[in-house]
C-alpha cells in the first residue's frame, strides 16, 4: 500500500478510500485553468514543426478528460512496469462511481455477486472484500489500439487487451463503486489481476485518519493487498 485517496462528501455522494499501487500515477482529471493556460502558451512557443504534434496531444488530454468525467470516472492513473523482456508493460486503473438502479447498491451488487457465481466459466466471480460483497469480472477483447492508422488505410489500427473489472458497494452509500484495470499485456494477466484484486482489498468507507484506524499500516502478510506491493518485483 503506497497511498490513500479520497472523494470528498460534499462533491460526491459517496466517500471513499483506496490504496493506489506501486508503479501509477494518477492522471489530474480536474486540471486548473492556469494550468491549461501555461500548457496552451508552450505549444503556441514551439517550433511549427512541433506545434501539430503538440496540439494533437493536448487535444487528445482535453478529450480523455472530458470523457472521464461524463463517465463519473473519480480516478484514472497509468502504470508502467518491467515485464518479462526487459521491456515496459502499461496500464490504466480506472476508479468510478455507478448509481444503483432503484437507489438500492447493495441489492444490485447482491444479484450481480449472484450472477457470477453461476457463471464462472465467463470469467466472473463473487468477492468477498473487507468493505462488503463485490464481483470480479475478466476478459480478453479486440478494441482499437494506439497509434495512426497504416498507410492507405481508413480503419483504426485494432489490439487485443485484458480487462479486468471488480464492483463493491458499502455501508452508507448510495453507489456502486467500479474498479477497472485494462492492459495490453495479455501474457500478464495473472499479474494485473492481483493488482486489481490487491487494490479492491483495500476499499473502505470508513476515514482511515481517524483515531480508530491504523492508517498507512501494511496489510497482512499472505493476502492479496499485500501481494499487490510484490506485483512485477
Not at 460526491?12 to 500548457?39: K, M, N, T
Not at 461524463?70 to 476508479?95: K, W, Y
Not at 457470477?116 to 466471480?125: I, K, L, T, V, W
Request: hydrophobic share 40%; with cysteine; proline share 7%.
Amino acid at each position: 500500500m503506497t497511498e490513500l485517496m479520497t472523494e470528498p462528501a460534499s462533491e460526491r455522494e459517496s466517500a471513499f478510500w483506496y490504496a493506489i499501487p506501486h508503479g501509477y500515477l494518477q492522471l489530474d482529471l480536474d486540471p486548473p485553468v492556469e494550468q491549461i493556460e501555461g500548457l496552451i502558451r508552450q505549444v503556441l512557443s514551439l517550433p511549427d514543426e512541433m506545434r501539430n504534434r503538440a496540439e494533437e496531444v493536448l487535444r487528445f488530454y482535453a478529450g480523455v478528460v472530458t470523457s472521464l468525467n461524463a463517465n463519473r470516472v473519480q480516478a484514472c492513473l497509468i502504470g508502467s512496469h518491467p515485464d518479462e523482456t526487459g521491456g515496459i508493460a502499461f496500464s490504466v486503473l480506472t476508479v468510478s462511481t455507478v448509481p444503483a438502479t432503484g437507489g438500492n447498491a447493495k441489492l444490485v451488487i447482491a444479484d450481480l455477486a449472484g450472477t457470477a457465481a453461476s457463471n464462472r466459466d465467463e470469467g466472473m466471480r463473487p468477492l468477498e472484500l473487507p468493505c462488503g460483497t463485490g464481483f470480479l469480472a475478466e476478459k480478453k477483447i479486440i478494441t482499437t489500439a494506439p497509434g495512426r492508422s497504416p498507410e492507405g488505410s481508413d480503419t483504426p489500427p485494432q489490439g487485443r487487451v485484458w480487462q479486468g473489472t471488480v464492483a463493491v458497494t458499502g455501508s452508507g452509500t448510495a453507489d456502486i463503486i467500479v474498479i477497472q484495470l485494462v492492459t495490453a499485456s495479455v501474457e500478464l494477466a495473472d499479474d494485473y489481476r492481483n493488482i486489481l484484486l490487491g487494490v479492491a482489498h483495500t476499499v473502505t468507507f470508513t476515514d482511515p485518519s481517524l483515531p480508530t484506524m491504523k492508517s498507512g499500516a501494511d496489510p497482512d502478510p499472505g493476502t492479496v493487498a499485500a501481494s499487490m506491493r510484490n506485483d512485477f518485483g
